[in-house]
């Protein structure tokens, strides 16, 4: 088993680096992309941007975050382009900047690539790039958001979590929080907006919590349940109550997923279960194999489900 996942791993590095993605179709684009890079620390970050155009004063950022052995290209081609079209359509900036050796060093203590055993100052990369965003681009102090598949969506908790001042919220995709024992966060803050999306049939993150592991073999580390995960958020006295539950639209009944989505009132705090879905971005592409990943959902795009929730006022 150990030799047949070093063998598909091989092909999985394959994959990721050469694409089995559709790519963002540029020409039906208004903006511009750049790569652009910053120092944080001692060392120079890169970051791809992609600005619409007329660009407003006091715009929105949204900060999208790959996943392990991705980059920010790989994550914006995984996405199917949507967070660019939302772009254009509410005119807000989007980055997607690239972990150090292709991770992030989230809040997982398990992993060992480099940015977890370096111990990167990714808080501190990122804090400095929505500086840089903010005095390049004028952009809202008060409008900063964060998207992230798989490790992108645990540094997404880790920055909710160590950076509540900066951020207005997050959605976890691909991703359950760290047990306990296994986390070097502080506790989960409240105040900041979080939704969390999580399929039932994720091969890598495991929706009712336990060893997340790439290939059936390489662990990760022990994760919550994707609702534990959700309720971690929750303000004490929300934690008590039935959440509201809707069964979204089933738009593509081909797809083998239907969506559920839970909200706790006023609590600023939603649970996405996709039923049938995979380790992969709601509305996005098949960028690997089923027996990999597991399936992409259809049924609705996740960039235009976390505007809505992320730009709603506050009840």
Known sequence: MRRLALIVAGFLCTAMATGLT???????????TATESITSGTMERTYLTYTPANLPESAALLIV???????????REQSGG??????????????????????????RTVPKDKAHELNMDDVGFITALIDTCREKNHISPDRVYLAGLSNGGHMCFRLASEMPDKIRGIA????????????????????????????????INPFEGGTVRLLWVFSKGEVMSSLES??????????????????????DPGDGCTVERLEWGSSGVRHYIVHGGGHTIP?????????IVGRTCRDFEIAQEMWAFFEAPSR
């Not at 559709?22 to 511009?32: E, I």
């Not at 509305?283 to 027996?291: A, E, S, V």
Request: with cysteine; charged share 25%; net charge positive.
């Open 22 to 32: 559709c790519r963002a179709d540029d020409a039906q684009l208004t903006g511009r």
């Open 65 to 75: 975050l790959h996943g392990s052995l991705g980059t920010g290209q790989k994550v």
């Open 230 to 251: 959700a309720r971690s958020w929750l303000r004490a006295e929300d934690r008590v109550r039935r959440p509201d539950m809707v069964m979204l639209p089933d738009t």
């Open 172 to 203: 976890a995709m691909g991703a359950c929080m760290p047990v306990p024992s296994q986390s070097k966060c502080p506790a989960a803050r409240t105040g900041v907006k979080v939704m969390i999306v999580n399929g039932t049939e994720d091969p």
């Open 283 to 291: 509305g996005g592409t098949q960028y690997l194999p089923l027996f």
């Open 82 to 107: 949507q967070f660019d079209r939302l772009a254009d359509r509410v005119k807000c900036m989007v980055v997607y900047p690239d972990g150090h050796d292709k991770h992030w060093n989230d809040c």
